[in-house]
């Protein structure tokens, strides 16, 4: 039995744990909610990056192609038809990412809010009120946004707003109203004249796992901002311009019959569009993989595993939180094989989160039978 | 609870709050329409060209530019605001492993929430003005959190050796 193990046994850290991580509390519900969002937002990623992304971006380039070509032909019902096509492509990609990083986002800010809980001097039911609507709205959100591409505005008295996009805002607005009402317990708690302050385990857990996860976490979160402020510096605008640039080209030259310079720049601008998603996807990576991995080194002393398999799920983490952004980058250059590779991290994380999982749902039982005793 | 810590706990909370309020009245009020309008200005691009009318065609594309210019810095301003606000906040509750003086620990905090307030909204000025002035802001305001983010990455490293 290692020395954290046998901290967790002993009565008074049982008794404290348990007040704070008992059945169906608020902390409860945000940390095996906030781990099952971000879980479920990671497969959903890897899902559509192994079999939308990348057909549906070849879908987008071929109406491209047909829509420079109705133009050489001077045919502009196809040209209309073809961008009606690419309208719908892009809503099903941009709903589907929209769908993934908002139940990934909503994940940390449910695991941050378990953090926060002993300091939000509410009762316990209105912390629990407070953290199911959070759960619903997180819930709601991401799965409105999935759906507004399949619902379209079927029904809608709105002009461009369907039913799927009226109940994601209504999402949306749930977890606004919870955050502000998290704001207010935070500050309740630190005009009590006489506050409570108990210290909490996992403010103040140093182990092995826990330190790793948060030096390499904010190692992670500074690569992401480096990495940020050399593509806004260096490729940002002359991305945009170049944008700018090769649209022309594909209707000037489509239109003066030179369809050799017309399909190159079909050509060139999706090349252009796939730079600037890998280097948008890499960014927004490594930062959020970052912070995930900060917010896990919290929760060390939850994970109901041997030190060993910790550290091991830990260090599985960090590699796959940085295989993928850089294999991510590297698509430009190695194409699929880099793809293949980054869907591996991907899946290293999410093995390692699942593992994680596992060990808080292990170490509540325990706590359980334990206080109940 | 030090004040390093508060800075950081209520600035990132607050600012993470403001990033939602504004995507949720981004989303409802503007976001559909734009998108509605960068397809429309793009497809009556491609449909004028075909109709051998060039500088509509032009016009239109260039419409397209600007709204897309618009479009990705009104997401980036939201994205940013709620990402730096969680990141301040994560930061807040281990601040403390932060291995310097109160004094540098303030420093680093007032550092990190100007830099996350500042650099949306740079980003977020350009769509109304394109010349350096927001440029200069949003540059200001990353390379403020790039500053407090290698000095709390170097503080919890002292606090590991």
Redo the contacts between chains.
């Keep these: 039995m290692s020395a954290h193990e046998g901290a967790i046994r002993s009565g008074a850290s049982v008794t404290q744990s348990a007040d704070r991580f008992a059945p169906f509390s608020a902390r409860r519900i945000f940390v095996i909610g906030g781990i099952a969002l971000i879980l479920c937002g990671m497969i959903l990623g890897d899902i559509f990056a192994a079999f939308i992304l990348h057909p549906n971006a070849n879908r987008i380039g071929e109406n491209l192609l047909a829509?420079?070509r109705?133009?050489a032909?001077?045919?502009?019902q196809?040209?209309?038809a073809?961008?009606?096509n690419?309208?719908g492509l892009?809503?099903n990609r941009g709903t589907k990412v929209d769908a993934h990083s908002h139940m990934i986002?909503f994940g940390?800010?449910a695991l941050?809010f378990a953090?926060?809980q002993p300091y939000v001097a509410f009762s316990e039911s209105a912390k629990k009120f407070l953290a199911k609507l959070f759960l619903s709205g997180a819930i709601l959100l991401p799965v409105g946004v999935f759906l507004i591409h399949y619902v379209g505005l079927a029904g809608s008295p709105f002009a461009?707003?369907g039913w799927a996009?009226v109940f994601?805002?209504l999402g949306?607005?749930f977890?606004?109203v919870v955050?502000?009402c998290?704001?207010a317990g935070?500050?309740k708690y630190?005009r009590l004249q006489t506050p409570v302050r108990t210290s909490d385990e996992l403010?103040s857990d140093r182990s092995w796992p826990a330190?790793a996860l948060?030096?390499g976490g904010?190692?992670l979160?500074?690569i992401g901002?480096?990495h940020?402020?050399y593509y806004?510096?260096t490729h940002l605008f002359r991305y945009?311009a170049r944008?700018?640039e090769l649209?022309?080209a594909?209707?000037?030259r489509?239109?003066a019959g030179d369809s050799a310079a017309a399909l190159q720049a079909v050509a060139d601008y999706g090349r252009l569009q796939g730079a600037k998603a890998v280097n948008v996807a890499a960014h927004a990576h490594v930062?959020e993989f970052g912070?995930l991995a900060?917010?896990l080194?919290?929760f060390q002393p939850y994970i109901f595993l041997r030190e060993k398999w910790r550290r091991i799920w830990a260090v599985v983490l960090l590699i796959g939180s940085l295989a993928l952004p850089v294999f991510v980058l590297l698509e430009l250059q190695w194409g699929l094989l880099a793809g293949g590779f980054a869907d591996v991290g991907g899946l290293l994380v999410i093995v390692a989160l699942f593992a994680m999982l596992v060990g808080i749902w292990r170490y509540t039982g325990k706590i359980d039978s334990a206080a109940a005793s | 609870?030090r004040t390093s810590r508060?800075l950081l706990?209520?600035g990132g909370?607050?600012l993470?709050?403001w990033g939602?309020?504004y995507?949720?009245w981004y989303?409802?009020f503007i976001e559909?329409?734009t998108?509605?309008g960068l397809?429309s200005a793009?497809?009556t691009?491609?449909?004028?060209?075909?109709?051998?009318r060039?500088t509509e065609?032009?016009a239109a594309?260039?419409d397209?530019?600007s709204r897309?210019?618009v479009y990705?810095r009104q997401v980036d301003a939201h994205g940013h605001w709620?990402?730096l606000g969680?990141?301040l906040?994560?930061?807040g509750?281990?601040f403390?492993?932060v291995e310097f003086g109160e004094r540098i620990r303030v420093y680093l905090a007032i550092a990190l929430l100007a830099g996350a307030v500042i650099f949306p909204l740079g980003v977020l000025l350009e769509t109304w003005n394109r010349g350096m002035g927001p440029q200069a802001i949003?540059?200001s305001g990353?390379?403020l959190?790039?500053l407090g983010?290698?000095g709390?990455?170097w503080g919890?490293?002292r606090?590991?050796s």
């Design positions: 829509a420079t109705a133009v032909s001077h045919d502009p196809a040209a209309g073809a961008f009606q690419i309208g892009l809503e986002g940390y800010i941050l953090l926060l461009a707003i996009s994601a805002d949306g607005f977890v606004w955050c502000l998290e704001l935070l500050a630190f403010l330190r948060l030096s904010t190692i979160v500074l901002f480096l940020g402020s806004a510096g945009e944008d700018s649209l022309s594909m209707t000037t489509a239109a930062i912070i900060i917010l080194a919290f | 609870m508060k706990i209520f909370l607050a993470a709050i939602m309020g995507g949720i989303a409802v559909h329409q998108l509605d397809g793009l497809a691009g491609f449909m004028r060209a075909a109709e051998n060039l065609s032009q594309l260039a397209a530019t897309s210019f990705v709620i990402g969680l990141l906040l994560i930061l509750i281990a403390d492993r949003a540059v990353s390379a959190v790039i983010l290698s709390t990455a919890f490293a606090s590991n």
